[in-house]
């Protein structure tokens, strides 16, 4: 760790823009950085001292706005014209604040409440329900929900129209801290942290590390974590914890990943960065001298070295070494495992090469037993060692038995009994072809119909066949149907996500008779009637039962004709928040054909209130 600033006093907001690193401090300080972390300008702001250890001190999504709160005081500059816009007093101390697209700032605080304030105006524009307890954190998911953490342990999720909320009691201590960025992320006081669908509003993973929370950075796939004296890596995609002890080091306070450094503050104002790419260098190295172990030690150590070149050198290496040693198997089995040797030494890829040495050391016997014709054999080490089954001499195997199976299928059709036995022979000894074998010679009709079901698109008369014939799924007919059902499910899903309803039916008509995908056509037919019920909605111009149902079911928000009611209502809503400060009359004709919504009220008459 390297001191590169001592600014005296705690950071209470990092923040990157413009390539440029932004840091805030408890005296509302902006000091900005370059990628080289060399001080490149700053400014002070004239407000009172914030709360680093509150989440009162926050940047819009663009960094147009900055918003700094000191007790019951919020106040709103514009950071690219470094000028003060406006200072908002409440009643009762604000902990936290969030802004939505440039557009609204929420604060929320100790009287369980959050308040809208509309940038454009700069008044407040509405009141959302009281919490019970504190509000620590907000953070806007969409244009449509706001999610908050409670000093009760609670993760709300609120729709910003109807005010209708979801409390979600999953951590074990009051809640600390809600981001969004690739994911949904809170975390509390001893660093349970939970990673939330942001449409569903439930919980997709949590992992509990039992430190004292100071802050964590959601980067990419990354989750950093800090604890007071830990950092802590955790994988948001594969939901492991990579290093629990990435760095030690005393009143850590808050945390960035900028410039491919990680940077520090601690609580008494000092900054300090780690390249993360420091040891690359050694990873080279480690990779020239065929040394895995170390390599692969260095990377669980700093996971961050996975973005770097190094790392792609170290899997194309890799990758280099098993092709060769796939080769060397079919001459020399002990200068294949002599090339793999290196790769051994490496705990977590042991399992795996030791399998792929165990399974290619039968390459040299496969690949001659296919070559000579002896199937029974062939087959038999192939399904004992799988691996085997992805070299191109399993492949020449399984065509040379469907080419012969189809010659056989074509004598038999044409009464040449004796060909069809004779080109079969090679293949009789093979016990998992036997019984599709023995179905050719003695019922050949079952074949042609099932062939003729499947060319038709019989599949209830297919399925009826195969619970009679189970062999026919050791057939080229079955295997073709598997392909044409995963391929048509895809389509499917394409569709969905096209908005090609229709087409999107059909497709899931056909597969549910698919026994195979029956499950995954029933789930989409259902989205599917929700959808039309919701689109007939709105085409009878009921939309208050329309938004109803996108509450209750989270795909439909995801849908154009639901975000263009949305938008509307939001341009509409701004519009006339504008003209409830000079014409209520024209602000109340605006919203005119919402008043009898129940999804839109509340939201209509908080603004009201709150314009008085």
């Keep these: 760790m390297i001191k590169f600033k001592n600014l005296k006093v705690p950071v209470s907001r990092f923040f990157i823009k413009d390539n440029f690193l932004y840091v805030v401090d408890e005296i509302n300080r902006v000091l900005i950085f370059d990628m080289g972390l060399s001080f490149f300008k700053g400014f002070r702001l004239k407000f009172e001292k914030n709360s680093p250890k509150e989440n009162g001190v926050k940047f819009s999504n663009k960094g147009k706005f900055l918003a700094v709160t000191s007790k019951n005081r919020v106040g709103v500059w514009n950071i690219e014209e470094k000028k003060h816009l406006e200072t908002f007093e409440f009643k009762h101390d604000i902990l936290a604040v969030s802004f939505l697209n440039e557009e609204y700032l929420a604060c929320g605080g100790i009287d369980g409440e959050i308040y809208l304030i509309n940038l454009e105006i700069l008044k407040r524009v509405a009141k959302l329900p009281k919490h019970k307890d504190f509000i620590t954190d907000i953070v806007f998911v969409d244009e449509d929900y706001i999610c908050a953490g409670g000093y009760d342990k609670a993760v709300i999720f609120s729709n910003l129209s109807s005010f209708n909320s979801k409390k979600r009691f999953l951590h074990i201590k009051p809640v600390k801290k809600i981001e969004k960025k690739e994911n949904l992320i809170s975390a509390d006081e001893i660093s349970d942290i939970v990673k939330w669908d942001e449409y569903k509003h439930t919980s997709i993973d949590r992992v509990d590390f039992y430190r004292k929370f100071s802050d964590f950075w959601i980067d990419g796939e990354f989750l950093v974590i800090l604890s007071k004296n830990k950092v802590m890596i955790y994988d948001l995609k594969n939901e492991v914890i990579l290093n629990d002890k990435f760095l030690e080091f005393e009143n850590m306070e808050k945390v960035v990943i900028y410039s491919n450094k990680m940077i520090i503050s601690t609580t008494n104002g000092e900054l300090y960065y780690k390249d993360l790419f420091e040891e690359e260098k050694e990873l080279l190295d480690a990779i020239l001298k065929e040394d895995f172990k170390k390599a692969y030690d260095l990377i669980d ?142 019922k050949a009709e079952i074949l042609k119909i099932f062939k003729e079901k499947i060319a038709k698109k019989d599949f209830k008369g297919v399925y009826a066949l195969l619970k009679e014939h189970p062999e026919l799924k050791e057939s080229v007919e079955y295997q073709k149907l598997m392909t044409y059902a995963e391929n048509l499910y895809k389509f499917a899903l394409k569709f969905l996500e096209k908005e090609e309803f229709q087409k999107a039916k059909k497709a899931a008509m056909i597969l549910k008779d698919i026994e195979e995908y029956e499950d995954k056509a029933i789930e989409i037919l259902n989205m599917l009637e929700v959808i039309f019920k919701f689109l007939a909605l709105i085409a009878d111009n009921k939309i208050d039962e329309a938004l109803k149902l996108a509450e209750m079911y989270e795909f439909l928000r995801k849908l154009k004709s639901y975000k263009e009611i949305q938008e509307k209502f939001r341009q509409t809503l701004k519009q006339a928040e504008k003209e409830m400060l000079e014409n209520k009359t024209k602000a109340l004709d605006l919203l005119g054909e919402y008043k009898n919504m129940k999804m839109k009220l509340p939201r209509i008459q908080s603004m009201i209130k709150e314009m008085q």
Excluded: C, D
């Design 301 to 442: 150590k700093n996971p961050f070295l996975k973005r770097s070149e190094g790392f792609k050198r170290l899997i194309k290496y890799e990758e280099l070494l098993i092709k060769k040693a796939i080769l060397l198997f079919e001459k020399s089995e002990i200068e294949a495992v002599k090339v793999l040797q290196p790769l051994l030494k490496v705990p977590n890829k042991r399992e795996e090469i030791e399998k792929l040495i165990k399974h290619y050391k039968n390459l040299a016997k496969f690949k001659n037993a296919v070559l000579k014709g002896n199937y029974a054999l062939a087959y038999e080490l192939a399904n004992m060692y799988e691996e085997l089954k992805k070299t191109k001499y399993y492949k020449i195997l399984e065509l040379r038995w469907q080419k012969t199976y189809e010659k056989a299928y074509q004598s038999v059709i044409n009464g040449e009994f004796e060909k069809a036995k004779e080109l079969l022979e090679p293949f009789m000894a093979v016990t998992q072809k036997l019984p599709l074998i023995e179905l050719l010679l003695k």
